[in-house]
C-alpha cells in the first residue's frame, strides 16, 4: 500500500471478514502524507470494510458507510497525538472531508474519509462517537 502502510505490518487495514477488501491506493496515499507529517507510527483500528462486515461491527448497523467504500480509517489515538493528527488533517489540504472523534474510554481513535458532499453524508463534517 504505502511505505507506513502494508498489509503485513497492519492486518487492519484488510476487511476483518476475511473477504480481502482493501482501502483504495489514493486514499492511502493521503494517509501516508499525514504518516509523514506526523512523524510517528499510526496504529490502524480498522480500515475497509465490505457491506456484510460493516452492517455486523458499525454503529448505525448498515451496509454502507464510509469505511464501505475503501476511503475511511480510524487510528488508535489519544491525548496529545489525537490532537496533533487533527490539527495535521486540517492544515494538510488532503482531502479529508469526514472526521470522527471518540476520546472517551480505553478505545480511543480518530476517524478519517475523503467523501464527497452526499445527501444523509454531508461534507465536511465532525462528529464524535
Given at each position: 500500500?504505502?511505505?507506513?502502510?502494508t498489509i503485513a505490518g497492519d492486518p487492519k487495514l484488510?476487511?476483518?471478514?476475511?473477504?480481502?477488501?482493501?482501502?483504495?491506493?489514493?486514499?492511502?496515499?493521503?494517509?501516508?502524507?499525514?504518516?509523514?507529517?506526523?512523524?510517528?507510527?499510526?496504529?490502524?483500528?480498522?480500515?475497509?470494510?465490505?457491506?456484510?462486515?460493516?452492517?455486523k461491527v458499525s454503529a448505525t448497523?448498515?451496509?454502507?458507510?464510509?469505511?464501505?467504500?475503501?476511503?475511511?480509517?480510524?487510528?488508535?489515538?489519544?491525548?496529545?497525538?489525537?490532537?496533533?493528527?487533527?490539527?495535521?488533517?486540517?492544515?494538510?489540504?488532503?482531502?479529508?472531508?469526514?472526521?470522527?472523534?471518540?476520546?472517551?474510554?480505553?478505545?480511543?481513535?480518530?476517524?478519517?474519509?475523503?467523501?464527497?458532499?452526499?445527501?444523509?453524508?454531508?461534507?465536511?463534517?465532525?462528529?464524535?462517537?
Amino acid at each position: 500500500m504505502t511505505p507506513n502502510f502494508t498489509i503485513a505490518g497492519d492486518p487492519k487495514l484488510t476487511c476483518s471478514c476475511g473477504c480481502g477488501m482493501l482501502p483504495q491506493q489514493g486514499f492511502m496515499d493521503k494517509m501516508q502524507k499525514l504518516r509523514e507529517a506526523f512523524g510517528k507510527p499510526m496504529k490502524v483500528n480498522s480500515a475497509a470494510r465490505c457491506p456484510t462486515y460493516n452492517a455486523k461491527v458499525s454503529a448505525t448497523r448498515s451496509l454502507t458507510g464510509p469505511h464501505t467504500t475503501g476511503r475511511a480509517i480510524d487510528f488508535e489515538c489519544s491525548h496529545q497525538d489525537a490532537d496533533l493528527l487533527l490539527e495535521l488533517s486540517y492544515t494538510m489540504n488532503l482531502g479529508i472531508t469526514g472526521r470522527g472523534i471518540n476520546q472517551k474510554g480505553s478505545a480511543r481513535f480518530l476517524h478519517f474519509d475523503d467523501l464527497p458532499n452526499a445527501p444523509g453524508q454531508p461534507r465536511p463534517h465532525l462528529w464524535s462517537y
